[in-house]
């Protein structure tokens, strides 16, 4: 697999109807630039809008993945996302004049053959990686299922099915990087068992589907009576049905295949590539889609390291002394101890939490614990700092709390812990008021963040 992304080398389409609209559609995938990743554009829409297939805009896995960003929704997309990641296509923008994605045969296989036909061209940009370093579990134990990653060098996947079906019984499927999708993966189709069609049509779904393209699994003996429903249903007046498939199959465990297949277009949601070692026991899209959220989540938090580093050695840009010159708090309510790092949009600063803090005599007398409104206080100060620095007679000014948005807490702030406060402005200052976003880190650890408005006010002639 290339170490840079990729796309395809001209487009492709696709012409068919929807599983569940039955709606006729025509898709189009084209080639698209670096970092653009894969995006559906809703051309039978005004003004064209599109959405990203990312999990974050995953609205419905009820009998397939949707996506939909404001006008833009598209159902169905895990056949041909499967096929363009696992093949290596990392942009792509793909045009359909419809709501969902046609169906064709139930499988990858039709995609999986049009993309290999046309080929694939490497970009110069880097493919973005997560590497998986501990253990991650997601599980649905009323159901069964369970999804979990484990560290390696290299994604792959083991999947095992038991639906308590004396037809289907167990199933295992593997995927590994050397293994051939076009072949072995990709033609596998989606399936349904008998006794769910009704249900589904009476939901007004699956007016595309047919014989053609799903496995139809019967569990149980059909009366003859039912036998003539379902051959009007089907379309298909000799039709014999009984216990077993009603399709023939393509592989003995091809419904484990599908499932694999399945989870291979739902874990591109991620919108990176995984390396790490994949078990599922009866997934679905439901519980492949939430992981892939909360994967994207921890992706976001191991992200959220401090940009300065904190060295107790050098002397300090600002210390407390001249901490006290600019800003107008006086102890026990100044909460910054020194600052290391400051310019015209960004400062970062440093607070030693000790027992000694006046607050922590009633919060909490048995288990001390710093207010989070004093850790957003400190970072609107290391905010004063760098507003007032520059500012001549900074003692004459104050800064009042406008507004707080997005404040979210991560983790506990004790005795011992030193906080480190950075802060960037968002907008340039203007008529005295500034928007920043504030973090505050315990060692490498996210502990608190917030954007916060304030405005700086002359108090003294």
Not at 268 to 291: C, D, Q, S
Not at 417 to 426: G, K, M, P
């Amino acid at each position: 697999m290339s170490t840079k992304q990729q796309t395809l080398k001209a487009p492709i389409t696709f012409a068919g109807h929807g599983l569940h609209t039955g709606a006729k559609v025509t898709m189009t995938v084209h080639p698209a630039e670096a970092d653009h990743g894969i995006i559906f554009r809703r051309t039978d829409l005004e003004g064209q809008p599109t959405v990203p297939a990312l999990c974050d805009y995953v609205t419905d896995t009820s009998r397939g993945t949707t996506i939909e960003s404001g006008a833009a929704r598209v159902s169905t997309i895990e056949h041909l996302m499967s096929a363009l990641w696992t093949l290596g296509v990392d942009n792509a923008l793909v045009d359909i004049n419809g709501p969902e994605a046609p169906i064709m045969d139930g499988s990858a296989r039709e995609y999986a053959a049009a993309i290999e036909q046309v080929g694939i061209e490497e970009q110069q940009a880097e493919r973005k990686y997560f590497h998986i370093t501990e253990k991650m579990v997601y599980t649905i134990p009323e159901k069964g299922v369970a999804i979990i990653l484990y560290p390696d060098d290299e994604f792959t996947v083991s999947l095992h099915v038991d639906y308590n079906s004396k037809v289907i019984g167990n199933q295992y499927a593997t995927f590994n990087p050397e293994d051939d999708y076009t072949a072995k993966l990709s033609p596998c189709r989606t399936f349904v068992m008998l006794h769910e069609l009704e249900p589904l049509l009476k939901m007004n779904l699956i007016k595309g589907g047919d014989l053609d393209n799903a496995i139809v699994v019967v569990e149980n003996e059909v009366s003859e009576e039912t036998q003539e429903h379902l051959r009007k249903l089907f379309n298909k007046p000799g039709l014999q049905i009984q216990r077993g498939f009603l399709t023939e199959l393509r592989f003995n465990n091809e419904l484990a295949r599908h499932k694999l297949l399945d989870l291979l277009g739902d874990f591109a949601l991620l919108g990176m590539r995984i390396k790490g070692r994949v078990w599922a026991t009866r997934p679905g899209h439901y519980a492949n889609t939430e992981f892939m959220k909360q994967l994207k989540q921890s992706i976001r938090r191991s992200g959220e390291k401090p940009r300065y580093k904190y060295n107790a050695k050098r002397p300090a840009l600002f210390d407390i002394n001249e901490i006290r010159r600019i800003l107008p708090h006086r102890p026990p309510f100044l909460l910054v101890d020194r600052i290391f790092h400051c310019d015209e949009t960004s400062v970062a600063g440093i607070k030693n939490v000790t027992m000694n803090e006046p607050f922590f005599t009633g919060h909490f007398p048995e288990e001390p614990v710093m207010p989070g409104v004093l850790i957003v206080e400190a970072m609107a100060q290391c905010a004063g700092v760098m507003i007032l620095k520059s500012v001549p007679d900074p003692e004459k000014y104050s800064t009042y709390f406008m507004k707080m948005d997005d404040v979210r807490f991560k983790r506990k702030v004790v005795p011992g812990d030193q906080l480190q406060f950075e802060i960037r402005l968002l907008e340039p200052l203007r008529r005295g008021v500034c928007v920043a976003e504030g973090k505050a880190f315990v060692g490498d650890q996210l502990a608190c963040e917030a954007v916060l408005m304030a405005q700086v006010v002359k108090t003294k002639e």
